[in-house]
T-cell receptor, first 112, second 114 residues
Framework: AQRVTQPEKLLSVFKGAPVELKCNYS??????LFWYVQYSRQRLQLLLR??SRESIKGFTADLNKGETSFHLKKPFAQEEDSAMYYC??????????????FGQGTILTVHP | NAGVTQTPKFQVLKTGQSMTLQCAQD?????MYWYRQDPGMGLRLIYY???????DKGEVPNGYNVSRLNKREFSLRLESAAPSQTSVYFC?????????????FGPGTRLTVT
């Protein structure tokens, strides 16, 4: 069975400090990994997916298959980054129908 | 485009009452999903519909039923609500693109069962 673990429920940093939100997964197939973000009182929205290898709002995430990790990083945190972050996994095979398995979520608070 | 819409936004039910949560998307997506969000547990898949006319169970289907009324609409029904179903419910639809896939989420329905 696939599983996504986000070990930190809460993470606090000061503005301008680097931030890393951890995500580990267990899955024997070919996974597709995502980071979703939920700002206060807003719906979940896609932040990053590993396939795109892009940087969004200064965030990057690299898939490390050896360590089965997909940590989210930003070198200089901003107050507007404060939100709930979810790591999610999808089986990239044809029969998954796009189902996502989510981690427990990490609440990031960036202090001024 | 409104994207994914959900009604109602909030609902309070008594134990044993029934209700239907409505979801609609105007993006012509084939696949739709219902999740529940609980503190410390992330989002868990209740049911999904890979395409119009098909539905299937997710991780936590007990106590729920779904209907894929047409390509746009996917409703979630609680036949006899229980306090354990107090949660925030999110509907999502999915687009498959060349660069991968993406799920678009609705604003959520906050349900309290007393």
């Amino acid at each position: 069975a696939q599983r996504v673990t986000q070990p930190e429920k809460l993470l606090s940093v000061f503005k301008g400090a680097p931030v890393e939100l951890k995500c580990n997964y267990s899955y024997s197939g070919s996974p597709e990994l995502f980071w979703y973000v939920q700002y206060s009182r807003q719906r979940l929205q896609l932040l990053l997916r590993h396939i795109s290898r892009e940087s969004i709002k200064g965030f990057t995430a690299d898939l490390n298959k050896g360590e089965t990790s997909f940590h989210l990083k930003k070198p200089f945190a901003q107050e507007e980054d404060s939100a709930m972050y979810y790591c999610a996994l999808m089986d990239a095979g044809g029969t998954s129908y796009g189902k996502l398995t989510f981690g427990q979520g990490t609440i990031l608070t960036v202090h001024p | 485009n409104a994207g994914v819409t959900q009604t109602p936004k909030f609902q309070v039910l008594k134990t044993g009452q029934s209700m239907t949560l409505q979801c609609a998307q105007d993006m012509n997506h084939n696949s739709m999903y219902w999740y529940r969000q609980d503190p410390g547990m992330g989002l868990r898949l209740i049911y999904y519909s890979a395409s119009e006319g098909t539905t299937d169970k997710g991780e936590v289907p007990n106590g729920y039923n779904v209907s894929r009324l047409n390509k746009r609409e996917f409703s979630l029904r609680l036949e006899s609500a229980a306090p354990s179903q107090t949660s925030v419910y999110f509907c999502a639809s999915r687009v498959k693109q060349r660069g991968g896939s993406e799920q678009y989420f609705g604003p959520g329905t906050r349900l309290t069962v007393t």
